[in-house]
C-alpha cells in the first residue's frame, strides 16, 4: 500500500523525490521504495521528512501492518494463550511517555508536600 499522504504532502509542497531525497540524504530508489511500500519507513525518518515538508508527523504518517506489538500480560497470572496485538506508531507511544514522566513528577511534588505538611 503506498504511503498516499507523504506522496500527496510531497507534491502539494512543490517537492520531487529528487528534492526529498537531496534532503534527506538517502538514495533515490531507496526513497522510492519507502513511498511504494516496499521498504518501510521507520518513525525517525518519518520526523525527518515532516521536518522537509514542513508538516506534522501525523500529516504524513500512515500505518504499517508490519508494526505492532505483542503483549502477553502474564502479571495477573491468568494467561490462557491469547495474545493482544496493538499498532501504536512510535510518535504517540513517546507522548505517552512523557506525559507519563509528567504525572510522576506531579504526584511525587504532591507526596512531598503531603510529608512536609504532617511533619510541621
Do not use: W
Request: one cysteine or more.
Amino acid at each position: 500500500m503506498e504511503k498516499n499522504k507523504l506522496i500527496e504532502i510531497r507534491t502539494l509542497r512543490g517537492f520531487s523525490q529528487k528534492q526529498v531525497v537531496d534532503h534527506h540524504f538517502m538514495d533515490a530508489s531507496n526513497y522510492n521504495c519507502r513511498e511504494k511500500d516496499k521498504s518501510k519507513i521507520a518513525s525517525n525518518e518519518f520526523g525527518k521528512l515532516a521536518r522537509i515538508l514542513e508538516v506534522l508527523i501525523e500529516d504524513i504518517f500512515e500505518n504499517d501492518d508490519s508494526m505492532v506489538f505483542i503483549c502477553r500480560d502474564n502479571a495477573t497470572g491468568n494467561y490462557h494463550g491469547n495474545n493482544s496485538i496493538y499498532s501504536t506508531p512510535e510518535f504517540m507511544l513517546e507522548s505517552q511517555r512523557k506525559y507519563i514522566l509528567k504525572l510522576e513528577s506531579e504526584n511525587k511534588n504532591v507526596i512531598d508536600e503531603n510529608i512536609f505538611l504532617k511533619t510541621t
